[in-house]
């Protein structure tokens, strides 16, 4: 099996890309596995792996993304291909990453279509029971990434309220409004609560806010139902509102409309996570020219449709872990009978050879 990890492109001007879709100790243990990795030179330097890191490893450096594509059975991505690496994608090919067909250009779904493209998206794999293997750590850095995010965001200088998270004795700490139970909405409560936030969670599954309730019971975390009324009245006093709603494969509902926002105190602060899908607040969006920082209503918006990259080397261990087991099957029985043994790989597909699974065309 020959894999290729091409050196990721930024999604939009302005917006850097640091992870690679690949770590040096992934690619060893895929070439002791009787496999052939080849990663374009540079891949990895935005994470802290050099060349020479992979070629230790036992990869082979290629010296054009062009190369890295042709020699490659399946390709190793963070994200799908931007629009300069389409002519590179062979017939037949396997493309695995975080795909977001939703959001994809029709041109992307095109080439798909065209070259008889098998897609995997790391975002829908998902175990028997539910769970998405790949997403749950992405989700767990966005969590406690988002804390580090929103302080500074907060800060004088940048134009946000100059208010400190944890507060001190005899000043109140943030009011952080949290919109999702999952698994990034829990980390992100369980860290923005530990540093003596004042937390609320909404979501529409019961079962979710019981898991954070049992998990955050000395904590203040308060959980409620993610009805219009509780979001309306929390948003008016909110310091923060974290987006952290996924719906596999799907776009994201809006749950926080402009008129919402408009209520919204001075130099507060929104971080929508869901923005690869859509974002889930009205006023979120992915401007062409990579600003993902920007203000609406004197409220700072955070939408940076790759923000797990600001902690690339994390990402990248984090990303080759939870990948690891399906591709070392990719490998040991090939992608064909990896598929039948494996269900939730088998879940993971956007298309199968040209054919594009129609409730995920965007």
Same mark, same amino acid.
């Given at each position: 099996?020959?894999?290729?990890?091409?050196?990721?492109?930024?999604?939009?001007?302005?917006?850097?890309?640091?992870?690679?879709?690949?770590?040096?100790?992934?690619?060893?243990?895929?070439?002791?596995?009787?496999?052939?990795?080849?990663?374009?030179?540079?891949?990895?330097?935005?994470?802290?792996? &050099?060349?020479? +890191?992979?070629?230790?490893?036992?990869?082979?450096?290629?010296?054009?993304?062009?190369?890295?594509?042709?020699?490659?059975?399946?390709?190793?991505?963070?994200?799908?291909?931007?629009?300069?690496?389409?002519?590179?994608?062979?017939?037949?090919?396997?493309?695995?990453?975080?795909?977001?067909?939703?959001?994809?250009?029709?041109?992307?779904? =095109?080439? $798909? &279509?065209?070259?008889?493209?098998?897609?995997?998206?790391?975002?829908?794999?998902?175990?028997?029971?539910?769970?998405?293997?790949?997403?749950?750590?992405?989700?767990?850095?966005?969590?406690?990434?988002?804390?580090?995010?929103?302080?500074?965001? *907060?800060?004088?200088?940048?134009?946000?309220?100059?208010?400190?998270?944890?507060?001190?004795?005899?000043?109140?700490?943030?009011?952080?409004?949290?919109?999702?139970?999952?698994? *990034?909405?829990?980390?992100?409560?369980?860290?923005?609560?530990?540093?003596?936030?004042?937390?609320?969670?909404?979501?529409? +599954?019961?079962?979710?806010?019981?898991?954070?309730?049992?998990?955050?019971?000395?904590?203040?975390?308060?959980?409620?139902?993610?009805?219009?009324?509780?979001?309306?009245?929390?948003?008016?006093?909110?310091?923060?509102? $974290?987006?952290?709603?996924?719906?596999?494969?799907?776009? /994201?509902?809006?749950?926080?409309?402009?008129?919402?926002?408009?209520?919204?105190?001075?130099?507060?602060? $929104?971080?929508?996570?869901?923005?690869?899908?859509?974002?889930?607040?009205?006023?979120?969006? $992915?401007?062409? /020219?990579?600003?993902? @920082?920007?203000?609406? +209503?004197?409220?700072?918006?955070?939408?940076?449709?790759?923000?797990?990259?600001?902690?690339?080397?994390?990402?990248?261990?984090?990303?080759?872990?939870?990948?690891?087991?399906?591709? =070392?099957? @990719?490998?040991?029985?090939?992608?064909?009978?990896?598929? !039948?043994? &494996? =269900?939730?790989?088998?879940?993971?597909?956007?298309?199968? !050879?040209?054919?594009?699974?129609?409730?995920? *065309?965007?």
């Amino acid at each position: 099996m020959q894999f290729g990890v091409p050196k990721e492109i930024p999604p939009f001007k302005g917006t850097d890309e640091y992870r690679v879709g690949l770590s040096p100790m992934g690619a060893q243990e895929l070439i002791l596995c009787g496999a052939k990795v080849y990663v374009e030179s540079k891949a990895g330097v935005g994470a802290g792996f &050099s060349d020479g +890191d992979y070629e230790k490893a036992g990869a082979t450096v290629v010296y054009s993304k062009e190369e890295a594509y042709r020699r490659a059975e399946i390709l190793l991505k963070v994200r799908r291909p931007q629009q300069d690496e389409y002519p590179f994608i062979k017939e037949g090919q396997v493309i695995m990453g975080f795909i977001h067909l939703i959001t994809a250009r029709k041109e992307f779904v =095109k080439t $798909i &279509s065209d070259k008889k493209v098998t897609l995997v998206g790391y975002e829908i794999v998902q175990q028997p029971d539910g769970r998405l293997p790949i997403v749950i750590p992405f989700s767990e850095m966005a969590g406690k990434l988002s804390v580090q995010i929103a302080g500074r965001l *907060l800060e004088s200088p940048r134009g946000g309220r100059g208010i400190l998270l944890g507060g001190i004795a005899g000043i109140p700490p943030a009011e952080v409004i949290i919109l999702g139970g999952g698994t *990034l909405g829990c980390n992100a409560a369980k860290t923005f609560a530990g540093i003596g936030a004042n937390v609320y969670v909404l979501d529409i +599954d019961r079962s979710k806010l019981d898991h954070l309730a049992c998990h955050t019971a000395n904590m203040r975390v308060t959980t409620m139902f993610a009805t219009r009324h509780n979001i309306e009245k929390l948003i008016k006093f909110a310091d923060v509102v $974290i987006g952290a709603v996924l719906l596999r494969g799907k776009r /994201s509902p809006t749950l926080v409309t402009k008129e919402m926002v408009k209520t919204m105190r001075r130099g507060s602060v $929104i971080i929508d996570f869901s923005i690869d899908q859509g974002g889930c607040v009205e006023t979120a969006k $992915i401007s062409p /020219s990579g600003k993902f @920082i920007y203000t609406v +209503d004197d409220v700072i918006h955070f939408c940076m449709p790759n923000a797990t990259s600001l902690i690339a080397r994390t990402a990248v261990h984090a990303l080759t872990s939870s990948a690891f087991p399906y591709l =070392k099957m @990719i490998t040991e029985l090939g992608f064909e009978k990896a598929l !039948k043994q &494996s =269900k939730a790989l088998a879940n993971g597909l956007y298309a199968e !050879k040209g054919v594009i699974k129609k409730e995920f *065309l965007p």
